[in-house]
């Protein structure tokens, strides 16, 4: 792999096969680390927002209360 110049900057190529095992795209967020020698670029995972994970929430995946039984110690239910 090669370091080309990208304006004042230099920059690389990210293969595919790494992206798609990263699962990131054109306008990924990702954080540049250096370690004494070596730089690590690792994608940026952002945590998900309750409106976005109750959307994915259907009939066919949702289930009923799960009843765990009384409280065991300082547990208020």
């Known amino acids: 792999m090669k ?16 992206a798609e095992q990263l699962n990131i795209n054109v306008g990924s967020e990702v ?14 995972r952002k945590k998900p927002e309750l409106k976005d994970l109750l959307s994915r929430v259907t009939p066919e995946n949702r289930h009923q209360e799960i009843n765990y039984g009384k409280p065991e110690g300082n ?3």
């Open 75 to 77: 547990e208020i239910w």
């Open 31 to 44: 954080e540049l680390l250096l370690r004494n020698t070596e730089m690590i670029i690792r994608p940026i």
């Open 3 to 18: 370091i080309q110049k990208w304006g004042n900057s230099l920059g690389i190529r990210i293969p595919g096969s790494f």
